[in-house]
């Protein structure tokens, strides 16, 4: 007797309209529904966290257009299972070529993809977790469209377990309560095939009559869910636990979960990329030495690879952690992008203005500027920002010594301007 599909894939979508979520691409109106039902696909590259629709969204469109479908893992394929669709596909009109996890492709392999996409012999459709800018190459990127897919809020994970409990030929012959649903959601993480994995799990322990509530699930996922698993089950939870970590000065702890994701498979560009955002991020001027040796450590493990780069990225978590922390840069761009949205394109003040023509000099773009080099300390108290928003700190120095010493410089010369 054949084995029973998961109840994911009992209940994947086959239409836009049974799809959870994604409405700004798959509602009525939208730019990827339009050019569904128009027959007229770009290549594209679906690019959102695990569990939200790529893969469905790629076999919705093979079926609604009724084109050949090939899908490829670039876990498990190369160039040479690349090369055999494409010669396939030359055979075959409107074929469509799937490739899950396409970061893994190496520039090699991406490159193998170019000519089939820019002749037409495929429509490509590649996913990924990552950011398409950093780990698909300029070339293919530049062919293809990137739509990016959204988490799955709540109301959307609550409508998927009674659609399950409701319609699931398996789910619906046992006499299923769901009185609560808060750990389900929690432990997802906005996963679909995660919750319905976890619904299956605890139906399963439960029996016949399942009453879920959070207790049940907690005490169930405790016993049955793996630690980390090399798909990334438990990939936002680790990163999570190992930046908190690190931006909580605790080395020990930054190792652990370090350790946990280089058990479990995590790609290795992923942890440094991740480091590398939080030198700046909770670091910053506090000790900018900590971005360089992150963005070292970026450079280094994409040479090194596994199994040595994990010195290196130890190395690297043990500095981070053990740095005086600030988050004032963060806090200042964040403050400024909500003062942009909060009053829109202000005008640059004239006396700033680039003045490259006469007819600009004549209407007064540059006039007053004041050059800080031609005054004492190298600094002239003049406004820089909008008159709308003049005299407003959005930079606030952090409590740690390097900052201190700008602070007190600053305050020197803006004196009681801003609020240093």
């Given at each position: ?10 209940l994947?979508?086959n239409?836009l ?9 798959t ?5 990827l ?6 027959g ?6 679906l690019?959102?966290?695990p ?6 969204i790629?076999n919705?469109?093979a079926?609604?257009?009724n084109?050949p479908?090939?899908q490829?893992?670039?876990i498990?394929s190369?160039?040479?299972e690349?090369r ?7 055979k ?6 799937f490739i899950?996890?396409?970061?893994r492709?190496?520039?090699g392999?991406?490159?193998?993809l170019?000519?089939a996409?820019?002749k037409g012999?495929i ?6 977790t990552?950011n398409?800018s950093?780990e698909?190459n300029?070339?293919?990127?530049s ?11 709540e109301k959307?994970l609550v409508?998927l377990l009674?659609?399950?409990?409701k ?5 619906k ?5 769901l ?7 929690n432990?997802?993480?906005g ?7 976890l ?14 509530s959070?207790?049940?699930?907690m005490?169930?996922a405790q ?6 698993d ?9 990163i999570s ?5 690190i ?6 702890a ?6 946990r ?6 790609d290795?560009?992923?942890i440094a ?23 070292a ?13 994990q010195?290196?990225?130890s190395?690297?978590?043990?500095y981070l ?16 992008i909500?003062?942009v949205k909060q009053?829109?394109d202000?005008s ?10 006469k ?13 800080s ?22 930079y ?5 010594a390097r900052?201190?010493?700008m602070h ?13």
């Open positions: 007797m054949a084995s029973l599909p998961p109840l994911a894939e009992r994947r979508p239409t309209d049974e799809l959870a979520g994604q409405q700004h691409l509602g009525k109106g939208s730019i529904r339009t050019a569904i039902e128009n007229k696909v770009p290549s594209m590259i690019w959102g966290p569990g939200v629709g790529k893969t469905t790629a919705i469109i079926h609604t257009l084109v479908f090939y490829l893992s670039a498990s190369g160039v040479k690349v055999e669709v494409i010669e396939l596909a030359k075959q009109r409107h074929v469509i070529l899950d996890e396409i970061h492709f190496n520039k392999q991406q490159d193998a170019l000519g996409v820019e012999i429509t490509l459709i590649g996913a990924t990552e398409p950093f698909v300029s070339a293919l990127l062919r293809t469209q990137v739509y990016i897919l959204k988490p799955l809020n959307d409508g009674k659609l399950a409990i319609n699931d030929d398996v789910l012959t046992k006499n299923i309560t009185k609560e649903t808060e750990a389900l959601i432990i997802s993480g996963d679909a095939r995660k919750l319905f994995n619904l299956e799990l605890v139906t399963d322990a439960l029996g016949a009559d399942a009453i879920i959070n207790d049940a699930v005490e169930i016993q049955r869910i793996a630690i980390y090399k798909k990334g089950e438990q990939h936002y939870d680790i636990a190992f930046i908190k970590s931006r909580g000065s605790d080395p020990n930054a190792v652990y979960w370090l350790a994701m280089i058990e479990g498979g995590e290795v560009k992923f990329r991740r480091m590398l955002i939080l030198a700046s991020e909770d670091i910053g001027n506090a000790n900018p030495n900590a971005l360089l040796l992150a963005n450590t970026f450079d280094a493990v994409n040479k090194i690879g596994w199994p040595e780069s010195l290196i990225l190395q690297c978590a043990i952690a053990g740095s005086a922390k600030s988050n004032a840069a963060t806090v200042a761009i964040g403050a400024a909500s003062a009053h829109g202000l640059v003040p004239l006396h700033i203005r680039n003045a490259p023509t007819l600009m000099k004549k209407e007064g773009y540059g006039k007053g500027y004041e050059y080099h031609n005054y004492q300390n190298n600094f002239s108290p003049q406004e820089y920002l909008p008159d709308e928003i003049k005299g407003t700190s959005f606030k120095p952090g409590k740690n900052e201190e010493e007190k410089y600053l305050k020197m010369l803006w004196k009681d301007k801003y609020n240093y």
